[in-house]
Nanobody, 124 residues
């Protein structure tokens, strides 16, 4: 069974940093991908923030976080990180990691297998 558990959220002032962690289990990362998503207050949809492909390690970012967020992985621990620097109030959201619902497509397939999320609040 695929499971993910997010942690590391909190309250931070604008310009500060946080590092989120996603502990994953129940699948072979090389066949899949891990994505970080967020849901802002009052929004229904999750926005994809970043994704790393298990096949080749290619990492992609949303334009809104490029240059500020960095995704990394420790495959041996099946733990995936999102380093968030120069945080802005607009980054306030619940952050989730997810796993694609099908193998072999990397970041191109639809995601599911969500964790409970971790709250990030950026104050002015």
């Amino acid at each position: 069974e695929v499971q993910v558990v997010e942690s590391g959220g909190g309250l931070v002032q604008a310009g500060g940093s946080l590092r989120l962690s996603c502990e994953a289990s129940g699948f072979t990362f090389d066949d899949y991908a891990i994505g970080w998503f967020r849901r802002a207050p009052g929004k229904m949809e999750r926005e994809r923030v970043s994704c790393i492909s298990g096949r080749d390690g290619t990492t992609t970012y949303a334009n809104s976080v490029k240059g500020r967020f960095t995704m990394s992985s420790d495959k041996a621990k099946m733990t995936f990180y999102l380093q968030m620097d120069n945080l802005k109030p607009g980054d306030t959201a619940v952050y989730y990691c997810g796993v694609p619902l099908a193998s072999g497509y990397g970041c191109l397939w639809g995601f599911g297998h969500w964790g409970q999320g971790t709250q990030v609040v950026v104050s002015t």
